[in-house]
């Protein structure tokens, strides 16, 4: 290790692998779909999906396909039309499978380096219980054998002034810290509720704030989220210094603070898995029309 024990703030070759953004694809999502794709209406689509289905096909542009799919009675024209369709559907899971995995990337990175962190906390521990136990010990036999009753006196007032301070330690252990740099965090665009950068796909980004989506109606999937967020994670306490930290793009964090990292990433994983099963249900319509 390069890091100085006494310092609180951890840098070693392991923590900076762990440190390294790498999850992070290296390119930026593009929106192959129009304005007209994402806003054009069909009643006669909408009268062959359910409100559900219709929404999502909106909201990947295959409404003006599907409609032109319906209306069409070429069947050489259908079937090329039905392969758009189905090239559009697997780009749009494409790009989900994709978010998917830089979220669980970045949700093991960070189990990782808490891990990793707990390991190092646990060991500074150890040996202060250790240190506390040989003060006690040495002071014990120092005031044994020493008859003198001003300097046992001394003696008892140092040790017990460096037993205290141990335990303490002990007790209120601070743990040591990393520095973390993020040059690209979904975490931000969920919780600034903004995909300027297109860090998620723009269809996807379009699905995630659509309130149809969530199971009550009333929020998004975003809105959702940031309120669990806010009550699971920060106790309905969110500071300036906190929300900087955890959603902008540096700052120090302890085992815990990390672990709660790796917990957000997941649950953001998980809240995007939910759009497969709604996949699901638009491919096993379209395969009826």
């Known amino acids: 290790m390069t890091a100085s024990s006494c310092s609180a703030v951890l840098n070693s070759s392991k923590i900076n692998a762990l440190r390294t953004d790498y999850c992070a694809p290296s390119l930026k999502y593009q929106d192959d779909t ?11 689509v909408a009268g062959k999906l359910d409100a559900h289905d219709y929404t999502l096909a909106m909201h990947i542009g295959l409404v003006p396909l599907l409609n032109q799919y319906l209306t069409n009675g070429n069947a050489q024209e259908k079937l090329s039309l039905k392969q758009k369709i189905t090239e559009r559907i697997l780009l749009f899971n494409t790009e989900v499978e994709a978010v998917v995995a830089e979220l669980d990337c970045n949700g093991e990175r960070y189990d990782q380096l808490a891990h990793f962190l707990e390991d190092r906390n646990q060991k500074v521990n ?40 141990l335990g303490f330690m002990v007790l209120n252990p601070k743990g040591k810290k990393v520095q973390l740099q993020t040059r690209r965090s979904l975490l931000n665009n969920v919780w600034k509720e903004t995909n300027n950068d297109r860090a998620f796909p723009p269809a996807l980004w379009r699905v995630l704030n659509e309130k149809s989506f969530s199971n009550e109606g009333k929020q998004s999937l975003i809105q959702t989220l940031k309120k669990r967020w806010l009550t699971f994670v920060f106790d309905d306490k969110l500071t300036k210094q906190d929300e900087q930290r955890f959603f902008g793009i540096n700052g120090y964090f302890s085992e815990e603070d990390i672990q ?30």
């Open 34 to 44: 129009t304005a007209s794709d994402i806003t054009f209406k069909s009643i006669l």
């Open 260 to 289: 709660h990292l790796a917990d957000m990433h997941n649950q953001l994983q998980a809240s995007v898995r939910t759009i497969q099963q709604d996949m699901r249900s638009l491919i096993a319509t379209i395969n009826r029309l």
């Open 126 to 165: 150890t040996r202060l219980t250790v240190a506390s136990i040989v003060t006690g010990a040495a002071l014990a036999i120092s005031t044994s054998i020493v008859n003198n009753d001003k300097v046992n006196k001394g003696i008892n007032i140092s040790g017990g002034v460096v037993g205290a301070a």
